[in-house]
C-alpha cells in the first residue's frame, strides 16, 4: 500500500458540517486521531498544539498510531474515514517562512540567466546557504486556485505578469516546545515534517524587483504546499552532496540528511521535470543551523523550504525558467500545446516519492481575475 504504516503523514481534514480537526492518512482513508487516541490535542484545527509537544511525543504518538492500525482494528476502524467523504485543510498554522536556494544547478542556471555576464553563482554562495524571509500569510493548501499576479513588469509598465513560473521545492516544518531557544541543535529535534511545497513566480515582476533586496512582490502572491506533512522520522536519510569549499564550523554536517526524494512536475498531467532531491548542496541541517546562527528564535508553525530542486541534467530543472532556457524548446504538452511559461487554466501538479514512500502532491490551477 502507498500509504502504508511506514509512510502515516499528518493533515487537516474536515468532514462536511463538522469543523476541521487533524487526521493521518492510511490507504484512501484518513485516521481521526481525536477520537481514536482521544487526545483533544487532535480536535485543534491546525498541528501547531501537536508539533509543540515535542520530539520524544511525535515518535511516541506515530508508535502509538502504527501499533492501533496493525492490531486494534476493531478500535481503529470505525475512526477511518474514507477520503472522498473529506476535505482537507492547511495542515498547519504558518509562523514564519524561509525560502532558501540549496540547489547547484538551480542557482548557477538562474544566476546565468538574470546575470548573463557571469558565472551564475555569487561570491558567497558556497559559503553559506542563501535565503530570504518569505511571506506565511499567502502560504495554502494544495488545490487552491493561483491568480495571476499584477505588478510593475519594468519602467513604467504595469500589468498582468506574462512569466509566471514555478518552482518545485521541499518545505520543513518546524515544531518547538516553548522552552527551546536558539541556536538550534540536531534536526530531528525542531523539525516535524516535511510538505511538498510550489513558490510560484512571477520571472518578470521578480527580475525587475530584485535588486537589491531580493524577492518581493514577484513571489509573495502565493505558496502552495501539500496537505500532507510526513514525519521527518519517516524518510530515508543518505549523505549530503560533497561540499568544497569545507563550510564553516556551525554549518558542518555532523548526520546525514540527505533526502533520497525524487520529485515529478507535470503540467496538465503531462511529465515535465523530474528533479532529484539528494543532488541539493545544502541539506535542512545546515539550513536550520543558518536560520538561526544569529540568535533568531525559532516558533512551532515555522516553515522553511529547499529552494528549487534542479538536477545536472535538463530534464530535472525544477522551474519553468531554466527549462526553456538558452535555446531549449519550449515545453510539450499533448495535443502539440507548448509553453514557455504559464498560460491561465494551467494546472500544476508536483508529486515526489522516497523509495516506497510518496509524499503525495500539491497543485495549483491559474486563474486570472478580470
Ligand atoms: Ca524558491
Redesign the pocket.
Known sequence: MSWGLDNLPYGVFSRRGESPRVGVRYGDSVLDLAAALHDEVFAAPSLNPFMARGRSAWHDTRTLIRNKLDSDRSVTGPHLVPLEQVRLHMPFEVADYV?F?CSLEHASNVGKIFRPDTDGLTPNWRHLPIGYHGRSGTVVVSGTPVTRPHGQLGAGRFGPSAKLDI?A?LGFVVGVPSEMGSPAGPLEEHVFGVTLLN?W?ARDIQGWEYVPLGPFLG?SFATSISPWVTPLEALPRVPGRPQDPAPLDYLRRREDWGLDISVEVSINDEVVSRPPYSGMYWTPDQMLAHMTVNGASLRTGDLF?S??ISGPRREERGSLIELTWNGSDPIKLPGGETRTFLENGDTVTIRATAGDLTLGEVSGTVRQVT
Open positions: 525560502d536556494y518552482e521545492e513558490d513566480s513571489k523550504a529552494g528549487t
